[in-house]
């Protein structure tokens, strides 16, 4: 199992504009077609729940996350034509989200969770550093959908 040295996952939170949850999962697919090309990414995946719209994704460094948001610049763009992005989230060690706020320049929307690595039980890990749901978000995790566009099955 490799270390979680320098893993950065990013959590880009969407709602949809009145009407255009169907139109904002056609683009899903766009997204995963760029992305499944980019080594550095280990997981990416879609959750909708009602209009909300959340992407789940990880990559091996600043690099590798900074890579993949030139990539999708075209897909993100159609995106934002029936989506609101209302907030992103950034995880992982500190020294490669300094590398992050460097690599970007529009930071408003964007919270940055530096992560600490703890050992637990026989292996674990316990990747602590925020608790970035509200009380409001936990209760509405039970009722995502998920929608399956995971990379490891296209």
């Given at each position: 199992m490799k270390p979680f040295s320098t893993f950065?996952?990013?959590?880009?939170?969407?709602?949809?504009?009145?009407?255009?949850?169907?139109?904002?999962?056609?683009?899903f697919s766009r997204f995963v077609e760029?992305?499944?090309?980019?080594?550095?990414?280990?997981?990416?995946?879609?959750?909708?729940?009602?209009?909300?719209?959340?992407?789940?994704?990880?990559?091996?460094s600043a690099e590798g996350l900074l890579a993949h948001l030139e990539n999708v610049s075209a897909p993100l763009a159609e995106m934002l034509k029936v989506a609101e992005l209302i907030r992103v989230e950034v995880h992982g060690p500190a020294e490669e989200l300094e590398k992050l706020k460097a690599g970007v320049s529009d930071q408003s929307e964007l919270s940055v969770f530096p992560s600490s690595i703890q050992s637990v039980g026989s292996g674990r890990r316990d990747f602590g550093g925020g608790n970035s749901l509200s009380r409001s978000a936990r209760s509405s995790l039970v009722n995502l959908i998920s929608v399956d566009w995971a990379l490891s099955r296209t």
């Open positions: 950065v996952s990013l959590h880009p939170y969407f709602k949809a504009h009145p009407g255009k949850v169907e139109a904002a999962k056609a683009i760029k992305t499944a090309k980019e080594k550095d990414n280990l997981f990416y995946s879609f959750s909708v729940n009602g209009d909300e719209i959340f992407c789940r994704e990880a990559y091996e």
